[in-house]
């Protein structure tokens, strides 16, 4: 099973909401990555984790949060988001952080629009 | 740093063409080369992947090889379907650095029947 699965598929909130995305994988990967993609674009990197602990932060405004509970889950935070932000969120996993051979998969998005 | 250049799209072909698409890198060390393929609406699901020089990647009718002379890694598929509309974006994982992707710009697919 090669599965990450992301929710909600779908948001809609204001600038002054507070949401949360949530990721989920069960193949006892240790690494797991949040990327932001915009229409017609690559992925953008935003965060990693490593063993539940956050490896890289590309640099990525503090209205973005993430947190990792447990081996198997993923959470972005949304606080007062602007509307340049609407993009499809993607959760990734791999093994691990192996430098050069880890395959990353792929969850389905969230797809986050901000009015 | 790293890149990943592929060829520019749209790309329109005909049902049972013959696809390419060109993807060539720049990186240092031996970084493992990946295909990644979109359909609209829809994540990134792994098409192919090659870890070292030579190595070919396969799936699904699709291959690659791993071209380190010519830091190519480009991709092929001998009769294409309409199911195989989609974009296709080429990606390498370095080997120091771990966890920095470099994904190409994507090249979209249309295939007509």
């Known amino acids: 099973d090669t599965e990450v699965t992301q929710t909600p598929k779908h948001l809609v909130m204001g600038m002054t909401n507070k949401k949360s995305l949530k990721c989920e994988q069960h193949?006892?990967?240790?690494?797991m990555y949040w990327y932001k993609q915009k229409a017609k674009k690559p992925p953008e990197l935003m965060f990693v984790?490593?063993?539940?602990?956050?490896?890289i932060n590309e640099s990525v405004p503090s209205r973005f949060s993430p947190e990792c509970p447990n081996s198997s889950l993923l959470n972005l935070h949304l606080h007062a988001l602007q509307p340049e932000d609407s993009a499809l969120y993607l959760c990734?996993?791999?093994?691990?952080?192996?430098?050069?051979?880890?395959?990353?998969?792929f969850g389905p998005g969230t797809r986050l629009l901000v009015l | 740093g790293d890149s990943v250049t592929q060829m520019e799209g749209p790309v329109t072909l005909s049902e049972e063409a013959f696809l390419t698409i060109n993807c060539t890198y720049t990186a240092t060390g031996y970084p493992s080369l990946f295909w990644y393929v979109q359909y609209p609406g829809e994540g990134l699901q792994l098409l192919l992947k090659a870890t070292k020089a030579d190595d070919k990647g396969s799936n699904k009718g699709f291959e690659a090889t791993y071209r380190k002379e010519t830091t190519s890694f480009h991709l092929e598929k001998g009769s294409v379907q309409v199911s195989d509309s989609a974009v296709y974006f080429c990606a390498l994982s370095p080997n120091t650095n771990a966890g920095k992707s470099t994904f190409g710009d994507g090249t979209t697919l249309t295939v007509k029947p």
């Open positions: 990734a996993s791999s093994q691990a952080l192996a430098g050069g051979v880890e395959t990353q998969y």
């Open positions: 193949m006892g990967h240790r690494a």
């Open positions: 984790y490593s063993y539940e602990k956050l490896s």
